[in-house]
């Protein structure tokens, strides 16, 4: 979860040539400033007694203002140009067929990503984590269910917008196994800054692992306390946000808890999910996460030891 999220060191094809691109202007930039500071003070401290002086100074100025002036940065230009328009064009798309397609939808504040499968039962609905096999393309198809949210990964691709009513569309690969952190980058209200996105590339072997996993539904509980914490659940407000396949649970208001315990976060990616921090998100998420849709749930202590029982059995 802490991974870091920088532009200097991409991790796939896309943000691998986009860090090239920075690179260069990076470099440019520095060179360019360098040598004008370096003329400025040549100039500053140049000194001559004569008119013959003069006039040679005079004739060199021009020579220096076509050449530094006009035809160096002329140059300079069309080189940023031309590699800017190269690097656009070969991450515009995948060098080979996408291996499967993903679609992500921006919520405040938290991300909704479902995987289609052979139909409505093989699709794969979780939330914040993308779960990607390593060295296969992956399509992105961004949409927003509210105002205008940016996808951005950093160390995979670069920023995309999500847009309500528009279906945008990107692509990332993963070129070695890890978890890649990324946020969103246009501001979308209050808890902007705590809607983070987790790209986890696997080996093929265990993504297919995951997808079937993610793909059953729940059992019944047989732990007493489990038993107790799906009647609260049930009888709660829960039911109306949420979806657990497998019970009558169906919102869509808030994430699938299908397989919550499988997520390295919870609250849009701003809390490890471990018990106190999903108990704690339960008993009084506005305390959290100011101005997030879940509601405070008014349960006894019992209950909510029970209804945490019940959720850590959802994997």
């Not at 670069?158 to 196994?177: C, E, F, H, L, S």
């Not at 009888?235 to 919550?260: E, F």
């Amino acid at each position: 979860m802490n991974s870091p999220m920088t532009i200097l060191a991409g991790a796939g094809p896309v943000a691998s040539a986009q860090a090239i691109l920075g690179w260069w202007l990076l470099i440019a930039s520095v060179v360019v400033v360098a040598v004008v500071a370096v003329l400025v003070l040549a100039g500053a401290f140049r000194r001559h007694s004569n008119e013959a002086l003069k006039m040679e100074r005079d004739d060199t100025g021009v020579r220096w203002v076509v050449v530094g002036g006009m035809i160096v940065p002329a140059i300079v230009l069309t080189l940023t140009f031309a590699f800017t328009i190269a690097t656009e064009n070969a991450t515009a798309a995948p060098p080979k067929l996408a291996g499967m397609t993903v679609e992500i939808i921006g919520h405040r504040w938290w991300w909704e990503v479902r995987y289609a499968g052979g139909g409505s039962a093989q699709t794969v609905v979780t939330a914040n984590e993308i779960h990607v096999p390593v060295g296969v393309p992956v399509r992105l198809e961004l949409s927003s269910a509210d105002v205008i949210h940016s996808f951005w990964i950093p160390r995979l691709a670069g920023k995309t917008d999500v847009v309500p009513g528009q279906r945008n569309v990107a692509w990332i690969q993963a070129d070695k196994p890890g978890v890649y952190r990324g946020a969103c980058t246009e501001y979308c209200g209050l808890q902007h800054s705590n809607m983070a996105a987790f790209v986890v590339a696997e080996p093929p072997e265990q993504f297919k692992q995951w997808t079937d996993a993610q793909r059953d539904t729940v059992r019944a509980p047989s732990d007493s306390d489990a038993v107790r914490g799906l009647v609260v659940f049930q009888k709660s407000s829960c039911t109306a946000c949420h979806t657990i396949r497998g019970t009558s649970a169906v919102g869509r208001i808030g994430p699938d808890l299908t397989h919550l315990v499988s997520r390295m976060t919870i609250a849009g990616g701003s809390l490890e999910n471990t018990r106190g921090n999903l108990a704690g998100w339960i008993a009084n998420p506005q305390s959290i996460k100011p101005g997030n849709d879940m509601p405070t749930t008014p349960l006894r202590g019992s209950e909510l030891q029970a209804l945490v029982a019940y959720l850590e059995t959802l994997k």
